[in-house]
């Protein structure tokens, strides 16, 4: 016998097709049809050696009721029609019936039928069935037996009771596996996201201090080498054998120091890779939700070097992420502000407000990455201020003095023959 488990197992109901087949599950089965069988082969095999009259009545029936069983177990509709099913069960049960009515034995095919009977009917007609199988079961075996015992009434009543518990014990047993499995499959897919999150963050903060290094070191390194170079070539004499090597030199260091920057634009942050720092700002206000959001622009845009326009946007993204979660504000605006040896970035909104004082000594409730702002514009040798009082709204500003070989390479581009003339 090769049936599914879904056609024999009491709470194969409750399991997906997918994994029926379960070690556990194929054991119960094959004890399910073995409990069956054996049961059928007790009852025609006693028949045959106590010669009781109806004999071949007996090896009839219970070859009727293997037939039914072998036949339903076999059958697909019974495993995916709830009517087919019920069917097959009724006609198993008229085929017990009449093996109960020649044989007192029979009544033992009782316990197997109390699990199908739980399997394919729903719960409470499944119960029901089952009680009335017990009377079934207790009504046969008066009908053969002259002794009314006790244990003609406990026996079918409490195998009834104990098939009821079983099959609820298991699938209150499974229903809980279900749900620890659906827990450890959604703990797996989080620590999946979140790794996958971790990694592209560290991806990002590695680049973001790939470029402040690269630019912070090999690009200034050049920058001044460069400047140097170029001291030295106007103070000797025309004509002295030094100057081609030093101008060779120079015009070196000038496209080494172009290789490194464009390392630096490589490693810049996708916010920043399609566009200025202004448009990507304009891009973080059009996306923000909640609160209205307005980006405005002052004073003549330039190129800042990627360190800058990296913490202006973190700065700007961490502001704008505490205006949404504990500002409550209405509105707020970024306002970047271009000026002759620096670059300022305003967020302010129309919040609740809070007091800087205890946020920044943290006995507040704190989490507003202040810090964390703070130390980004320091380490360019900023200026980093928050101005807000309760039910007065949040003012951030932070100030970035440009340095002093972007304002030399600015005017260069600006006006060649002034830096020329210095």
Not at 109 to 138: K, S
Not at 163 to 186: F, H, N
């Amino acid at each position: 016998m090769t049936a599914p488990v879904s056609s024999v197992l009491p709470a194969a109901r409750v399991l997906p097709a997918t994994r029926a087949l379960t070690p556990v599950s194929k054991v119960l089965r094959l004890c399910l049809h073995a409990l069956l069988f054996g049961l059928l082969a007790l009852a025609a095999g006693r028949a045959v050696t106590d010669s009781a009259p109806r004999a071949g009545w007996v090896i009839a029936a219970c070859a009727v009721l293997a037939a039914v069983y072998a036949g339903g177990v076999r059958a697909p509709a019974v495993h995916s029609s709830p009517r087919a099913g019920a069917l097959w069960l009724a006609g198993l049960s008229s085929a017990w019936a009449a093996l109960l009515v020649v044989c007192p034995d029979g009544l033992w095919i009782a316990f197997p039928l109390y699990f199908l009977e739980l399997h394919l009917l729903r719960l409470r007609w499944g119960v029901t069935a089952v009680a009335v199988t017990a009377c079934a079961a207790i009504a046969g075996f008066l009908a053969h037996s002259s002794a009314v015992t006790p244990g003609a009434f406990l026996g079918p009543l409490l195998g009834g009771a104990v098939a009821v518990a079983t099959v609820l014990g298991y699938q209150a047993l499974y229903r809980e596996s279900e749900r620890r499995r659906e827990l450890i499959e959604e703990l797996i897919t989080t620590r999946a996201e979140l790794a996958a999150a971790e990694r592209g963050a560290g991806i990002l903060a590695e680049r973001e201090r790939l470029a402040r290094e690269i630019h912070d070191t090999l690009a200034q390194g050049l920058s001044s080498i460069q400047l140097l170079l170029r001291a030295a070539e106007r103070a000797l004499p025309e004509g002295a054998p030094a100057r081609p090597h030093i101008a060779r030199a120079r015009e070196a260091a000038q496209e080494n120091l172009a290789e490194a920057r464009r390392f630096v634009r490589a490693l810049t942050p996708p916010d920043l890779e399609h566009g200025s720092l202004a448009a990507a700002l304009e891009r973080l206000c059009a996306g923000v939700p909640g609160p209205r959001v307005r980006f405005s622009l002052t004073g003549s845009p330039r190129v800042l070097p990627t360190p800058y326009e990296v913490a202006l946007l973190r700065i700007a993204q961490s502001a704008l992420a505490n205006v949404v979660r504990h500002a409550r504000a209405g509105r707020a605006e970024i306002t970047l502000t271009f000026m002759d040896a620096s670059v300022t970035l305003d967020v302010v909104d129309d919040g609740h407000g809070f007091d800087p004082s205890s946020a920044a000594s943290g006995s507040g409730d704190g989490g507003f990455g202040l810090p964390a702002m703070r130390s980004r514009a320091e380490t360019l040798g900023g200026l980093f201020t928050v101005e807000s009082a309760p039910g007065q709204g949040t003012a951030v500003a932070v100030t970035l003095p440009l340095p002093l070989e972007h304002l030399e390479d600015t005017a260069r581009a600006e006006r060649p023959d002034a830096v020329e003339a210095l």
